[in-house]
């Protein structure tokens, strides 16, 4: 456990270029982190970091090693937390990133259900809307839509992605009858900014004849959050572009209604993301397949459709 723990750092340390970043994502201190890389150039015999005060770059003999242990070593990993399984049952601290509104609003009621049903289970739940490092940062699962799926991840689909324009009747009241997504142009637009980016990005409503047209709303004013926007569409202060997810409460509270009903944006789908390893381990196994199971349920995925 030692040699694995060892080979661990060096892999992160080499995936993060520094010890000191490497050790945030494992939740050690940097001269821990370095002591064990330490330990294991001197079991091996070879130095594997070429070291300076600025930087930290494999040496030939480092590069060859973790091509060859890299990807092996999450399967050890998880082999070794499947033999520390209580009783047959999972177990283990379970690290899942998912997006703060809908974790909170979607995943968090299931809390209740998942540990009575895997008590040896402890949740290390990260509510943040990014896209994380799954293996990188040590995270078992993830939850999100529209990320790209790096080498070593496989993802389970569980809802649609769709975004609705949304605004509230009384604001709709006061406006000329929006019939055409032309119409949009001479209408006070709640935008969302990206997390990443801190851009407007430019999406594209389409219909279920597959026509296509792009959003034209007046810029009155910009969020960086979802749900802010739903607040401010409430306040009957414009038209908000918004995922089916942070819409839903509104609608089906009768506090929005859509606007062009006929129309959406497809921007993919809501799904689960893992480590694409043969020996999973039973933790994330399990968590994987409750998801699925209550979102079905739920009936997440028509839910979520604006279709």
Known sequence: METLNSI???VRSAEAGSFSEAARRLGLTSAAVGKNVAKLEANVGVRLFQRSTRSLRLTEAGERFLREVGSGLATIQGAVA??????GLPSGTLKVSMGTVFGRDY???TLGAFVARYPGISPDWHFDNRQVDLIGEGF???IGGGFDLPPGLVARELTPAHRVLVASADYLAQQA???DPADLARCD???IRSPQTGRVRPWTLRNKSNAQAGIALRQRMTMSDPDASCRAAEMGLGIALVSMLHALPYLEGERLVRVLPDWYVDAGHLSIYFAAQKLLPAKTRAFVDFIVEEFRRQKYARR???V
């Open 189 to 191: 637009g709640i935008l």
């Open 82 to 87: 499947n033999l520390a399984s209580a009783d």
């Open 8 to 10: 661990e750092c060096f």
């Open 140 to 142: 078992d699962a993830a």
């Open 177 to 179: 009858p929006i019939r």
């Open 107 to 109: 995943v968090m009621p």
């Open 304 to 306: 979520f459709s604006a």
